[in-house]
């Protein structure tokens, strides 16, 4: 899905597009499902003696169900049902289900809450001749709500709700914003999914880290020394290291 406008500006030398993720970096995302998880298990603790087997129980079927569902409160929602079947040997209640998806329209009427700083330095980058852009993947409705309730859509020249983040869908990206891969600068709280296909394409790319990573996300071992891209404390010091970047200093 494309955002409402593309400018096209021409941008500035050096770095002419900055790009978004937007859960857990714009908005908080996680935590509202490690809070959903959490009442998950209070809902399954009378069936299963160890808390542990929920945990593993739900990973490994959003991974099995990836392919199929892709992301979002949606996918998690139907991936909690079946794990109650299958850790319940099927004895988990109509009425238990009920609130099982009573967890995920919850995940879904979530308000917006933006990260500190965010506002300030989107419109910090608005004011440059760099177009802003997001890449973010999940439900397509969901993900349309959110950009809309933050209240930042008018600074981002385009919105692009993705079904995976990959080499592939960057190339895609960039083409489609007309900029060349050393023009193009990603930030966001995955290495997996923000930073390493970016800098595999000779892109630049910034990991900013979140209070929670999903296990599905994590890269264990990845650092930005290694791999190429830049590790941030806080989305305040994106607007310098941009500025770094485009110059060539880093």
């Known amino acids: 899905m494309t955002a409402q406008t593309d400018r096209r500006t021409g941008g500035t030398s050096g770095i002419e597009v900055?790009?978004?993720d937007g859960d857990d970096t714009l908005w908080h995302s996680e935590s509202h499902f490690v809070d959903a998880h959490q009442r998950f298990c209070d809902l399954l603790a009378p069936?299963?003696?160890d808390p542990r087997r929920i945990d593993e129980q739900v990973v490994a079927t959003e991974r099995t169900n990836l392919a199929l569902y892709g992301?979002?409160?949606?996918?998690f929602t139907l991936s909690l049902i079946e794990t109650a079947i299958t850790l319940t040997d099927g004895r988990i209640t109509s009425h238990e289900i009920s609130d099982i998806l009573e967890l995920g329209k919850r995940l879904l009427d979530h308000p917006i809450e933006l990260l500190d700083g965010v506002a300030e330095v989107v419109d910090a980058l608005a004011a440059t001749d760099r177009r802003l852009i997001v890449v973010t993947k999940g439900d397509l409705f969901?993900?349309?709500a959110k950009v809309a309730g933050s209240g930042l859509a008018d600074r981002f020249d385009r919105v692009e709700i993705v079904s995976e983040k990959d080499v592939a869908t960057y190339r895609r990206v960039m083409a489609d914003a007309a900029v060349e891969p050393e023009h193009f600068f990603m930030i966001g709280n995955s290495v997996k999914s923000d930073v390493l296909p970016?800098?595999?394409?000779?892109g630049h790319a910034a990991h900013l880290p979140y209070t929670y990573t999903w296990e599905v996300e994590m890269v264990p071992g990845a650092n930005g020394a290694d791999h190429g891209y830049h590790e941030?404390?806080?989305?305040r010091e994106l607007p310098d290291l941009v500025e770094q970047v485009a110059a060539g200093g880093v």
């Open 18 to 20: 900055v790009a978004f």
């Open 47 to 49: 069936y299963v003696d």
């Open 71 to 75: 992301y979002g409160s949606k996918a």
């Open 142 to 144: 969901h993900q349309e």
């Open 198 to 202: 970016v800098v595999e394409l000779g």
């Open 232 to 235: 941030l404390t806080s989305i």
